[in-house]
């Protein structure tokens, strides 16, 4: 069965550090990649993206994430977090032809000013 | 955003009750979903239904009941509920392509139920 895991439940960083999440995918086939956020009180918003071409794609307010074929992941990362970013992250996978979503359980990420 | 809306928002309901969410996507999708998202699990696929019809149940029990009575609506009625029942249920829709690939999904804000 496909499955997605995301390796961190809960980070905690100070404004201006680099972030990392890690995301992995368990499918042999094509797949579609996606980062999604909740920000505290808001709906599920896609962060960002992946179907083809470039592995690394950039998503809006300064994230980007690379899909390592290899790996089977497809980290989300960003080069100096804001207190804003404080959040819940969603990786998810669409399998083939298949319109079904798998998500990872999340990552809580606080930001402190 | 209001690309797809939830009603109600928040609903408290005893398990001998009957209630329905309802769901209305304005972008023009296919597609329909609805997923459950518990505290410290994954979002959980529950249904989906493309053109109207259903595609997916993904083992869901049948106190819970969809309706999709056109591309732009879906219900998820609820009867006899059980207090593990109690979760945020999230609508999604998308537009799907011919081959069934590279489309994104689109959330609502949610219902957050709470069974007594």
């Known amino acids: 069965a496909q499955s997605v895991s995301q390796h961190n439940h809960h980070v905690i960083l100070s404004e201006a550090a680099s972030l990392e999440l890690g995301c992995n995918y368990s499918y042999g086939g094509t797949v579609n990649l996606f980062w999604y956020v909740q920000y505290p009180g808001q709906h599920l918003q896609l962060l960002l993206k992946?179907?083809?071409?470039?592995?690394l794609v950039k998503g809006i307010k300064g994230f980007e994430a690379e899909f390592i074929k290899s790996k089977f992941s497809f980290n989300l990362r960003k080069p100096s977090v804001q207190w804003s970013d404080t959040a819940e992250y969603f990786c998810a996978v669409k399998a083939g032809g298949y319109n079904k979503l798998i998500f990872g359980a999340g990552t809580r990420l606080a930001v402190h000013p | 955003e209001t690309g797809v809306t939830q009603t109600p928002r928040h609903l408290v309901m005893g398990m001998t009750n009957k209630k329905s969410l309802k769901c209305e996507q304005h972008?023009?999708?296919?597609?329909m979903y609805w997923y459950k998202q518990s505290a410290k699990k994954p979002l959980e696929l529950m249904f989906v239904?493309?053109?109207?019809?259903?595609?997916e149940n993904n083992s869901v029990p049948s106190r819970f009941s969809p309706e999709c009575p056109n591309s732009s609506h879906l219900f998820l009625h609820l009867h006899t509920l059980q207090p593990e029942d109690s979760a945020l249920y999230l609508c999604a829709s998308s537009q799907v392509g011919a081959s069934g690939g590279g489309e994104t999904q689109y959330f609502g804000p949610g219902t957050r139920l709470l069974v007594l």
């Open positions: 239904y493309n053109f109207k019809e259903q595609t």
């Open positions: 992946y179907f083809s071409g470039d592995p």
């Open positions: 972008l023009g999708h296919n597609a």
